[in-house]
């Protein structure tokens, strides 16, 4: 995990206000939306990662999402309404990759990437989780 982030911190300044994280929500999206963006928790910063499986607010309630890219902004932004990440539910669950082979395939068949991760992963279930 912490290879992940040794480029990553020597490369960026780390900074709350410009650090978002494009995630791919595991609900049923149309495909203009295949991510969505969030901000990134002070204490979330050094344990995220590309592939990292998350829990983020989506309407009113929590979804499950794995985490795309991760960007920092140069400059601040003016958009209020970006809500952070709520958890980190997962460390790794698939690498850069695999993340990358999945978004050309749902670019060749336009299909979304939420539906093939989704349909390539084990169920995932709230209930199993915090028995873990």
Sequence with gaps: MSHCLTLFRDTWLVSRENMFAEIIVFRRLPKQFETLLYSIPDECIEALCVGCL?????????????????????EPTTIKDIRPIINIISPKLLSKE??????????????????????????????????I
């Design 98 to 131: 695999y993340i990358e082979w999945y978004h050309s395939i749902s670019k060749l068949y336009n299909t979304p990437i939420n539906t093939l991760i989704k349909k390539a992963l084990p169920p995932i279930k709230k209930r199993k989780l915090k028995k």
């Design 54 to 74: 998350v829990e983020v607010p989506f309407r009113k309630t929590k979804a499950f999402g794995l985490i795309f890219s991760i960007i920092k902004e140069n």
